[in-house]
């Protein structure tokens, strides 16, 4: 994959693709200060706040997928960890005070170059509201996920992998790749809900 960096950023200089000494893929490399310029995956951190059987999702106000549903999520900033960076888009985008608890998943994008971290986190209280980058913010219990409307498949993958966990009262962390196809998240999840499972958030991550 060529880097979409054209000029350097230390002198100015347009750059050259090639492979530095010591490396195997190619480079921004700039033939005056000889800097190498890096590319690296953007880290998302979210998390799926949790109330009384029920989780908060957010309904998007802007692209992409305006008008779709998500869990609260945002890239990392410089300077915080991913579990700050989970707090801080829930309240961002929900206005909601979330404790993070425990891992949840960590799913790679490759497609877009991004890695998401995703926790599972306490809400605190009952205050919660729309924040600018949301048209509505609602606490819903699984059955009530609105599978044909959530906005990226990485929020479905992680969704449908939180319904079986529930269902099977098994919480457990996840790791995958998720490409842009969409799995069969509203088949899958239902059947379970269909197979009589109890539900039951409150129980401990393993």
Known sequence: MLSSINFCSHCGTEVEQKIPSGETLLRAVCPACQTIHYQNPKIVAGCIPE????????????????????????????????????????????????????????FSLPHVSQVYV??????????????????????????????????????????????????????????GTVSTQKHSAVDSSASLLANGSSPSMHHPAE
């Open 51 to 106: 109330w009384e059987g029920q989780i908060l999702l957010c309904r998007r106000a802007i692209e992409p997928r305006l008008g779709f549903w998500t869990f609260p999520a945002g890239f990392m900033e410089l300077g915080e960890s991913t579990e700050e960076a989970a707090a801080r888009e829930t309240f961002e985008e929900a206005n909601a005070r979330v404790a993070i608890h425990s891992l949840y998943g960590i």
């Open 118 to 175: 995703v926790y599972r986190a306490a809400l605190q209280d009952l205050e919660f509201g729309p924040g600018e980058e949301s048209l509505e913010v609602q606490l819903m219990s699984i059955e009530s996920i609105p599978w044909e409307h959530l906005a990226f498949p990485v929020i479905q993958e992680t969704l449908r992998r939180y319904v079986e966990d529930v269902c099977k009262t098994h919480i457990q962390v996840h790791f």
